[in-house]
């Protein structure tokens, strides 16, 4: 078996595994273009299927939160899911800019962000679903929609991040989005691939910079293109709608994303490829190693978005408490039953025979009480007889 196969079936069993693992429908997870994890592995949005694709040709996969020494030394290819709607920024693009020409064969690979997994999961599941839950998952799919289109801190581009005339492609978004009919390119790209059973959407259209190679298009719109840097590539993708977890079930995509490896790989030598994988917007651009690339609650919560959002909940925290717990005046004294009131065990017993709902038991307790209570009755009236005769 070639290599080649052998990661297109891991493929395909890792995405029909992710496909049919048993969602609920109020919980599908849908974390973006993420190969570690706890629910990457299983998000219709991750990446793992990919990594386990190149895993299976040999090559060594890692992920990088930042951007830093150690990685501009060690890395052979990079691979970016941006997770916002935008351009990299001008330090993120010179960092890298700078590590593909120290040297020779590095490839980056960037993937832009308009698209998202999750409707279409949701769309599957619709017309599989029994009448009585095909509403729901028509719901569903709505939210994701909605979700998908609404801006976050997530997908919002960070301030440093603009199209300016370095920016390696621009996006226009005047279009409407559709799917994509056609294909045309590089014939390594095109060819045995049946572009009528694709799912590839296009959403914003990717404008390459001047000195583009299309590998592969839709009726002149870039899916797939090369820009030299140097001896080495960036790789420009439209989008994750045939890379992504839930995508590659579809067997074209897989073959697509095999076409991928192939631009990554030079003279069959194992290469190390890394995921960029920053906690949120632009990975961080470090001159030193960083001590932990773990970011601390504090660090969290103080910076950018999340620093109004804490202000914001602790007012609300302090209102509610004022609201619910004010005491106004002296504490009121309530009177204690003593433990001595005979009546208040009665009673607190009777509460909690109550309690149980089952009359059966509690007349049961009260007779097993009456016997004993007839029983100490009994060794009382008995132990008085020996005191008299003793006396």
Known sequence: MSARTSGLRFGATAALL???????????????GRTSGPVAGNSVNGTAVLAGMIEARGHRVGTARNLTPKLFSRADVLIWFMPYRGTPSREVRTWLEEWLQVEPNRVLVVVG????????????????APPDLAAEYKRREALAQQEMLTPTPWTMPPPAASNDAGSWFTLDHRLPPRRVQTLSGAPEWITQIDP??????????????????????????????????????VVLIVNGSFLLNLPLVNHEHRKLAGRLIDAME???????????????????VFDKEPQATMPGAFTLLSGWPLAGIVVH?????????FWRWP???????????????F?????????????????????????????????????????????????
């Open 196 to 233: 009528l059973r694709t799912d590839v959407e296009l959403d914003a259209r990717m404008i390459p910079a001047r000195g583009c190679e299309r590998w592969l298009e839709s009726d002149g719109e870039l899916i797939v293109g090369r820009k030299p840097i140097g001896s080495s590539e």
């Open 113 to 128: 962000r308009d698209y998202d997994a999750a409707p279409e999961y949701w769309r599957r599941m619709a017309a599989k």
């Open 327 to 341: 005491i106004f005046g002296p504490v009121a004294a309530t009177p204690s039953a003593g433990a001595g009131d």
């Open 266 to 284: 030079r003279g069959g030598t194992p290469r190390r490829v890394v995921f960029i994988e920053p906690w949120i917007g632009d990975p961080g």
């Open 343 to 391: 009546g208040g065990h009665v009673l607190a017993l009777g509460d909690m025979l109550r309690r149980t709902r089952d009359a059966e038991f509690a007349a049961a307790r009260l007779k097993a009480y009456e016997q004993l209570a007839h029983a100490e009755k009994q060794r009382r009236g008995e132990r008085g007889q020996v005191r008299q005769r003793r006396v």
């Open 313 to 321: 909940l602790a007012v609300a925290g302090l209102l509610l408490c």
């Open 18 to 32: 992710v496909f049919l693992a048993g969602c609920s429908k109020s919980e599908l997870p849908s974390e973006y």
